[in-house]
């Protein structure tokens, strides 16, 4: 491996440009390679089995790109990353939410979280696995929504409907514990709307774990003499399905980008 090699981060849409936008902001020195399954999004309500055979090809994409690393931007997949396979290391973006929320939990002294994810990723424990391991006395509480991603990947733009899922995913959590103040945010889309959730429930301190999850990867790379630290770089995104659905999204996060391609992931894509 060598520093110019490109780092790779992956997602089942659009959601993993969150992440995306924080490598960029981090390490903007490192060329980046994003691969988005929009075509086949989103991974909440799949089963276990496709999830890993789709993360798993994406994984071989990447490799094949000759990435360093790559980050599991995507909570669903990132849930399942025990039986991943990849050549490269990998990075889990559930890993560094949980870390982010041990942080908060003990910084604030409140023993209790919040979190908002898709039903794989809540059905799946991972995030309570992860938390525990790192603090076993804190209580998560946890809502699911499998709309809210879609809604966000295509129908942003309607405020009315966007609102009632946020708080059809949010106030469940809240009717059932008062005092939660911290809110992980565990699905990779869900920063994107991270200004309508605040609108809403301002007195909540919301967790993105994106910038944790980059700060582990540069953590990485710099013991391992990998940080690419000077020069100029270059940002490419590939998606599997319209090239437009991805072009509002890069306007709306102010990512910049050299190259968008579509791209077929299996050969009847």
Do not use: W
């Amino acid at each position: 491996m060598n520093k110019n090699q490109p780092i790779g981060i992956l997602d089942s849409g659009v959601g993993g440009l969150t992440v995306f936008k924080q490598t960029e902001r981090l390490l903007p020195n490192e060329n980046i390679i994003y691969l988005g399954d929009t075509k086949r999004m989103p991974y909440g309500n799949k089963s276990e089995e496709e999830i890993i055979i789709l993360a798993n090809k994406m994984i071989s994409y990447l490799e094949e790109q000759d990435v360093k690393a790559v980050l599991l931007a995507c909570n669903t997949i990132s849930s399942h990353i025990e039986k991943l396979t990849s050549k490269v290391p990998i990075f889990s973006i559930v890993k560094a939410g949980s870390e982010l929320a041990t942080k908060k939990s003990s910084e604030t002294n409140v023993d209790l979280i919040g979190l908002i994810a898709t039903k794989a990723t809540v059905n799946s424990g991972s995030y309570n696995k992860e938390i525990h391991k790192l603090n076993k006395d804190i209580n998560i509480i946890s809502n699911d929504s499998t709309r809210l991603p879609k809604v966000i990947d295509s129908q942003i733009e309607n405020k009315p409907l966007l609102n009632q899922l946020i708080k059809e995913c949010i106030e469940p959590i809240i009717d059932k514990e008062k005092n939660v103040k911290n809110l992980i945010l565990g699905c990779s889309h869900f920063p994107i709307i991270e200004k309508e959730i605040n609108d809403i429930y301002n007195d909540l301190t919301l967790l993105d774990p994106a910038e944790q999850m980059v700060e582990n990867v540069r953590k990485y790379l710099k013991d391992k003499d990998l940080l690419k630290d000077n020069g100029t770089s270059h940002k490419t995104l590939y998606t599997t399905a319209d090239i437009l659905e991805f072009v509002s999204y890069i306007k709306r996060l102010k990512i910049n980008i050299d190259k968008l391609e579509k791209i077929k992931l299996f050969e009847n894509d």
